[in-house]
């Protein structure tokens, strides 16, 4: 047998022994289960765990510990590892540092692998959408029903239309997501409104691809990765220096990405463009005297893409913008930072889960007594959204973006 | 993005956010940076001050007539004093003239103590006790633990004041984390050994499902079911037989009361059976740890603190004899904090603050010279060394004790004895020559050290402007 039909052979058993190898990416991860201490302190502040109970959702550690038996037999989670929303709130509290999240990605990615039996049904039908059209929704199709839905969308908001620009050699590449590319287009088109005002010389991409989160959140590593490196070509075909971004899961997606792939490009939030590159100076000139909205409470809540899986740091940002808008009082939530249950595509299969975890913010956003929630992410904002209405409430919901848009003065 | 308080507190345990509430309590701007949780948030919640020397009842061999463990923290504390001069008590005390050092720590103490009470005071992790006594209250398995302040909801005064007093330890079906015949057991074996009031003692399983199903159930669940508004009635009803059997006086439940009602559900329970209900103590990590580090957050809050969670601060910059620079990571994005001083508190072991393995022990951030539990430099020691052979070992562990050595204003040395920056203090768990495991001094010293850095970072940054 020559070396690589020895190669050929060991790499067949693999398979047959259902084992896929840990990529060089993934070693780290799989290092730091080896810190877990079993200390439990990340079932005591999951999320998940709070709205559904420990018998249902056996919390991060239990997810984390599969992998140090041998072999691990990551399917025996599979009725657990799906309904872990990927707030990133275990590896945050967690002292050891250990990257559960990740984790839980990487146990998803085998599970897909070689048990796709055992892999939601909700999922396998974004995976069919995703892989048909690079996109994380399925597109309009009509295009026209998607310009009169867009401009109804901004009729009622108040916004104005920008035309779509793109061009080479621009500084900033804007980068909407799929969820504002094809669901809340308003938040597009704000952010556009935004960059505008601004004078900053962006453009959109020409064909919207997805960034592969979802991919990589339902364990179709192949395709996450086919998407990322589809979007790194159309990057650098752009020639920008900057990506920015209105969506939590891109922001931290991509940031994840261009470092893996070597972009050699840096990522920001809308929120973090706007307080770093920006300045507050401008933007208080700008909001600081708008007179024609009456005053307005509004209460915030802190994606988890951005503030855990970022930096907290981002929704300082967002404080500090809001802040300098005319008119505007901020009070916090007493769950301002909890998973809003709209993330790790839990919501596709078993929403009963999502809302529940949903349950607590709901219930502290109705005690601020705000008239208004702003969340700098489309996601949050629509589960929330829905989740509000649902309930009676009367708190209205804005993507951050579309609030601000909102408000600057018209050029 | 950079930023430029006054004070950069690292680490936001006990030490920590004392040390930042200190600071902007006195008109500073203070910035606590910590990775997550820390080990404030992990522990039992008890706030002990001393029960026992480092070397634990060892001591008796040389000074048979010392009581241990000591009955009063103040006993303690002037045994400390006399006896072990580099303890982070001692410390606290050579700011004061030779023949004054004990008088002025147990001052510093009180007040510390006095403070965090005020603060605390109406929050969930309500304190009770003072430096008059050690309380011995009951922990999970039955034994007792010299403490010095207890949430409220976990002492019970008059416990051990009746022979007629009759307590059951009651437990829940399905919740793994207490067994109240156990508990039970062993408690009335201690008190019959001690002669020690109550000796009438009873066990009983309650039914308490937060999702529905009496099994499989954790502690955190529980405390969070009883939050809401009248779950606690169906535990009174359920208790309400057991009490009316056994006739009993007192009930003692592990800390599961609730995370911002347990007060209230306390009260509730008591006021409907006509019997006073308290608290165990528990395992790590326990919902009281959890309550106090909730509790603590908001006190610096209130106090005008910027608390940033999710970042670990990586490394710094120190040039003429001044920290410039701290740079501190989060998942996705670095930042550079340029503080005009820091106060170092990330603990030991569990919070990140040194770091050890078979080279030698690390200091995470400033690269530090650690130190063992006799002073010598402990870079290169194995750990390994510096434990016993048994885990649970009566003597406790060297390692332990290992950390960081300051000056008297609690500023890290270098093998010299000279500060390695003026603008940097430390305190809490990282600091050595203290023992807490075996002491029960942890959450006293980082109180009190806290106390002391905070204050002498507040002076440095007055004395700079």
Request: charged share 25%; with cysteine.
């Amino acid at each position: 047998m020559t070396e690589e039909e020895a190669f050929e052979f060991v790499k067949h058993t693999l398979k047959e022994e259902r084992i896929t190898p840990y990529r060089k990416d993934e070693i780290e991860i799989v290092h730091s289960v080896e810190d877990c201490i079993n200390c439990g302190l990340c079932i005591n502040h999951c999320p998940v765990v709070a709205a559904i109970g420990v018998d249902r959702f056996t919390g991060p550690r239990s997810i984390a510990v599969e992998l140090s038996r041998s072999p691990p037999e990551f399917w025996s989670t599979a009725d657990k590892v799906y309904l872990c929303t990927g707030c990133g709130t275990c590896r945050e509290v967690c002292p050891k540092n250990v990257n559960i999240p990740e984790v839980v990605n990487l146990v998803r990615a085998r599970i897909f692998k070689h048990r796709p039996d055992l892999v939601p049904k909700g999922l396998h039908v974004v995976r069919e959408i995703i892989t048909k059209y690079n996109l994380a929704f399925e597109p309009w199709e009509d295009p026209e029903e998607k310009v009169e839905s867009r401009d109804v969308r901004l009729e009622r908001l108040g916004i104005p239309y920008i035309e779509d620009i793109i061009k080479t050699g621009a500084e900033v590449l804007f980068y909407p997501g799929c969820q504002a590319e094809e669901l809340a287009q308003e938040v597009r088109e704000a952010a556009k409104v935004v960059l505008s005002y601004f004078d900053v010389d962006f453009t959109l991409i020409d064909e919207m691809s997805c960034c592969g989160l979802p991919s990589e959140l339902m364990g179709d590593d192949e395709t996450s990765r086919k998407l990322s490196a589809l979007l790194k070509g159309k990057v650098e075909a752009l020639g920008i220096k900057k990506v920015v971004t209105t969506c939590a899961g891109c922001t931290s997606m991509l940031s994840k990405i261009s470092q893996r792939d070597n972009w050699d490009i840096p990522i920001y939030h809308m929120v973090e463009y706007l307080v770093e590159e920006v300045g507050l100076v401008q933007i208080s000139e700008a909001l600081g005297s708008t007179s024609e909205f009456s005053d307005v409470t509004v209460t915030v809540h802190d994606p988890c893409h951005l503030i855990r899986h970022t930096s907290r740091r981002t929704m300082e940002d967002a404080i500090e913008i809001l802040k300098a808008i005319n008119g505007v009082k901020i009070v916090i939530s007493e769950a301002e930072d909890s998973c809003c249950g709209g993330g790790g595509l839990v919501a596709y299969h078993s929403k009963d889960v999502a809302n529940a975890v949903v349950q607590e913010n709901l219930v502290a956003i109705n005690k601020t007594g705000a008239d208004r929630i702003l969340a700098p992410c489309p996601l949050c904002t629509a589960q929330i959204e829905a989740n509000l209405f649902r309930s009676g409430s009367s708190v209205e919901v804005d993507d951050l973006m579309v609030f601000i848009a909102k408000r600057l003065p018209k050029k | 993005m950079n930023t430029t308080p006054d004070v950069l507190v690292i680490g936001g345990g006990m030490a920590g956010i004392v040390a930042g509430t200190i600071a902007a309590e006195n008109g500073l701007e203070a910035l606590v940076m910590r990775t997550g949780q820390s080990a404030t948030a992990y522990s039992s919640g008890a706030i002990d001050i001393i029960g026992y020397p480092p070397e634990g009842l060892a001591l008796k061999e040389y000074f048979p007539e010392i009581e241990l463990p000591f009955k009063t923290p103040i006993d303690g504390l002037r045994a400390i004093l006399s006896l072990y001069p580099f303890h982070p008590y001692g410390i606290i005390g050579l700011k004061a003239e030779d023949n004054e050092s004990i008088e002025y720590v147990i001052a510093h103490v009180s007040e510390s103590i006095s403070w965090l009470k005020e603060r605390l005071a109406g929050s969930c992790a309500a304190l009770v006790g003072d430096l008059d006594r050690n309380i011995f209250p009951i922990t999970a398995l039955g034994t007792t633990k010299p403490t010095c302040l207890l949430q409220e909801t976990m002492w019970s005064d008059t416990l051990n004041a009746h022979p007629d007093n009759v307590l059951i330890f009651a437990g829940f079906s399905g919740h793994s984390e207490f067994d109240a015949q156990s508990a039970m057991r062993a408690y009335l074996e201690s008190q019959l050994r001690t002669g020690e009031f109550p000796h009438k003692i009873g066990h009983c399983e309650v039914e308490i499902a937060p999702f529905g199903k009496p099994y499989n159930i954790s502690s955190i669940e529980l405390a969070r079911h009883f939050d809401h508004e009248g779950s606690v009635d169906h535990l009174t009803s359920a208790l309400k037989a057991h009490v009316d059997k056994l006739g009993a006086t007192h009930v003692a439940v592990p800390p599961v009361l609730g995370i911002e009602q347990a007060s209230q559900n306390q009260a509730q329970i008591q006021k409907e059976l006509g019997v006073e209900v308290f608290e165990l103590i528990s395992l790590p990590p326990s919902v009281p740890g959890f309550r106090l580090q909730r509790a603590m957050d908001r006190v610096f809050k209130k106090a005008g603190g910027t608390l940033l969670i999710g970042h670990q601060a990586k490394s710094a910059t120190i040039k003429n004899d001044m920290v410039e620079s701290v740079v501190a990571q989060s998942p996705r994005r670095e930042v550079t904090i340029s503080p005009k001083t820091i106060i170092l508190a990330p603990g030991k072991f569990i919070g990140g603050g040194l770091e050890a393995d078979e080279t030698g022990i690390r200091e995470t951030v400033f690269n530090l010279m650690p130190v063992t539990s006799s002073l010598y430099s402990a870079e290169d020691v194995r750990p390994t060394n510096h434990t016993n052979v048994y885990s649970l070992s009566p003597d406790g562990h060297a390692l332990f004790a290992a950390g960081l050595a300051v000056d008297m204003d609690f500023r890290p040395i270098d093998a010299d004895g000279i500060e390695h920056a003026r603008n940097l203090y430390c305190a809490g768990s990282i600091l050595a020559k203290y023992n807490y495991s075996m002491e029960k001094s942890g959450l006293g010293v980082a109180l009190n050290t806290g106390f002391a850095a905070g204050r002498n970072a507040v002076k440095m940054v007055r004395e700079a402007s």
